[in-house]
């Protein structure tokens, strides 16, 4: 493939030391089995069983397949208990693989996430990060700093996102100046699902840093495409899909809404910046046709990737960006997207790994987004650079060799709000200024504050939550 063609040196010595590195990994000396922790088997299946690692099994390095819905709540999926919207293809999905019901993603808006996801850091180690989200060219993803797809296009792999980017506009920031070798989507926060206009009247698709014309539904053309990289004959190289839907994210506008997306095109043209953000649209019904979209759009991705017989070697991961919107079904979760409760952070994980995991799984160890870019460096036979320290910690030990899962402090900062995860103990800190204790074993809503009766506990988080803090750049202004 002639895109790939410049790299192919450079990839194939990088593909032998990743090799060596990843037998290392599925070789390495198998611990004591590890009983997932005790918690409500949250909308769990009957089929679902607690997970539980499968030691004795071997792989070559996974494809990667890592899927991101857009604002596309917690509960939003029929899996994780949604009463009205049927999601069938992702529900598949789950039973093929390992559900997580105590996932979080690495902030509450679309770009910081993004930052904790490309770096494996939290969004406050890099100015770009600090954006919440990015909304013009003043920020983004340093081309120098190493990312999860420069680490693994150096280890052999071949690297493409499709989809949203949000990490910074052209022409000092973009996919392929840090570590994709193709890019294919919009670079924005959001578009009109028709016209490709962006917030500032923009337009917003491009194939690489060229625009490309394309006026049909973008759902569907970021289906096509996906479906046709994850068919292509990639030989021996394994490769990295980074699939971002912008689907359910506004504005509210289904496949054939073309009145709707016509008026929202033209209030774009006429200058209302807002338009976007589609205040006066929308419904739960519309809300439930874009979602059960996304689910159909998946579906004809892991066709086309069943098709192309790379299946079994290839690990598909599925999440949100951050917490539900305004229509989402967030229940029992209180807040939603942008805040820092639950309903604005802890998101659907689902992944599925036919040569290494079993499904009808489930299991309650608290994650977030960080964490996946260190699991998928250790599967990849790939290394973090040491002057960009991780703080996600990897999951292959829990996932593929039976280890504990590692116990450890999951922290998000935004601006006006603070939360800090160490078990099942939540410290929050909303606008109101007021430090919350929570226990997420049985108030998963957030209603029973139990900082008077735990003042130690909160005393002990809160310092936690601020040693981290201290290490992070200080917001602007």
Known sequence: MTSYEPNLSRRAFGGAVGATAAAAVGLGAAAPAHAAPAAEAQHAGPQEREFRADRGRRSRRPNILFILGDDLGWADLSSYGSPHIKTPNLDRLARQGVRFTDAYSGSATCSPTRFSLYTGRYPGRTKGGLAEPIADKSAGLEPTHPTLASLLRDSGYATALIGKWHCGYLPDYSPTKSGWDEFFGNFGGALEYYSKLGLGGEYD???????????????????????EYVSRDHGDEPWLLNLNFTTPHWPWIADGDT????????????????????????????????????????????????????????????????????????????????????????????????????????????????????????????????????????????????????????????????????????????????DQLFNLAGDLREQADKAALEPARLAELRAAWEKTDAGLLPYPG
Not at 209 to 227: F, P
């Open 205 to 227: 698709l491009y194939e690489g840093d060229a625009e490309y014309k394309d006026l049909r539904y973008y759902t569907r053309i970021l289906t096509e495409r996906a479906s």
């Open 259 to 434: 009145e709707a997306s016509a008026e929202v095109t033209r209030r774009i043209k006429a200058g209302d910046g807002r338009a976007l953000w589609h205040q006066d649209g929308g419904s739960v019904e519309k809300y439930k046709q874009m979602v059960e979209d996304l689910d159909r759009s998946v579906g004809e991705v892991l066709k086309a990737l069943g098709r192309s017989g790379q299946e079994e070697d290839t690990l598909v991961f599925f999440s949100s960006d951050n917490g539900g919107e305004r229509f989402s079904y967030n229940w029992p979760l209180s807040g939603n997207k942008a805040s820092l409760q639950e309903g604005g952070i802890r998101v659907p994980n689902i992944v599925r790994w036919p040569a290494r995991l079993d499904g009808g799984q489930v299991s309650h160890v608290p994650v977030f987004t960080p964490d996946w870019t260190a699991t998928l460096l250790e599967l990849a036979g790939a290394r973090a650079n040491p002057a960009y320290p991780l703080d996600g910690v990897s999951l292959a030990g829990y996932l593929l060799r039976g280890e504990k899962a590692a116990e450890r402090n999951l922290f998000w900062r935004v601006r006006g709000e603070r939360a800090l995860r160490r078990g099942d103990w939540k410290y929050y800190r909303g606008k109101t200024g007021r």
